[in-house]
């Protein structure tokens, strides 16, 4: 399967600043990347489908003008978090679709707290 | 609506069996995943089920019913590493995954 990374794998950030995480397909050229995340003992949730080159699709509920993705080519996406609060803490997993239709790996994990 | 149902958690003890089962409804079905998630950790891949019957992968196995909705992953001669939360998600009509909340197996010595 493909390799994904994220970066930074861990990052405490104060209330009201930003926050990037970076989301890098190290072997694969992959169209589609997905953000999700997940609170402690909870499910994932997806946050939004990103595509190469084009706007990205948020999930219901989720503030695009607040987590800003850009999907800036084929192996990287980023995903923006402004003006941080401390609900938003969370980790942030991305993942990215393979070559088949059912195929998605997904990168180690960004730990996000903002204090 | 869309939903995915298993258990919060299970306890099992070392060398023995566990079976997670995994209830689903969903706009069409594409298939089924299992993934296994330590803590802190992504979720890695175990099996893809889209056809029923049961798919046996080491000490790992997966099963599924399209007609009841159903699936499990039995795991045997379990050890302690096998100490995780499992994800249960199938893949909708328009083959996005839809995740359950996770079975969290505790493996006791």
């Known amino acids: 399967g493909a390799v994904v990374s994220q970066h930074p794998s861990w990052v405490i950030c104060k209330s009201g600043t930003s926050v990037k995480i970076e989301c890098r397909s190290l072997?694969?050229?992959?169209?589609?990347m997905f953000w999700y995340r997940q609170f402690p003992k909870q499910s994932l949730m997806l946050m939004a489908t990103?595509?190469?080159?084009?706007?990205?699709?948020?999930e219901q509920g989720v503030e695009k003008d607040k987590f800003l993705i850009n999907h800036a080519s084929l192996t990287l996406s980023t995903l923006t978090v402004t003006s941080a609060h401390p609900e938003d803490s969370s980790f942030y997993i991305c993942?990215?679709?393979?070559?088949?239709?059912?195929?998605?790996?997904f990168g180690p994990g960004t730990r996000l707290t903002v204090t | 609506g869309q939903n995915i149902d298993q258990p919060t958690e299970m306890t099992a003890t070392e060398g023995a069996i566990v079976q997670i089962n995994c209830t689903y409804q969903?706009?069409?079905?594409?298939?089924l995943f299992w993934y296994q998630q330590h803590a802190g950790e992504a979720p890695t891949f175990l099996s893809y089920?889209?056809l029923d019957g049961l798919e046996e992968k080491g000490r790992f196995s997966s099963f599924l019913s399209r007609s009841k909705g159903y699936s499990y992953l039995l795991l045997k001669e379990l050890q302690m590493k096998d100490s995780a939360s499992y994800l249960c998600?199938?893949?909708?009509?328009?083959?996005?995954?839809?995740w359950g909340a996770g079975t969290k197996l505790i493996i006791k010595p």
């Open positions: 998600a199938a893949l909708d009509s328009n083959y996005q995954l839809i």
């Open positions: 969903t706009s069409g079905f594409n298939g």
């Open positions: 990103s595509n190469e080159g084009s706007k990205a699709t948020y």
């Open positions: 993942s990215l679709k393979g070559g088949l239709e059912y195929e998605q790996y």
């Open positions: 072997d694969f050229q992959a169209t589609t």
């Open positions: 089920n889209v």
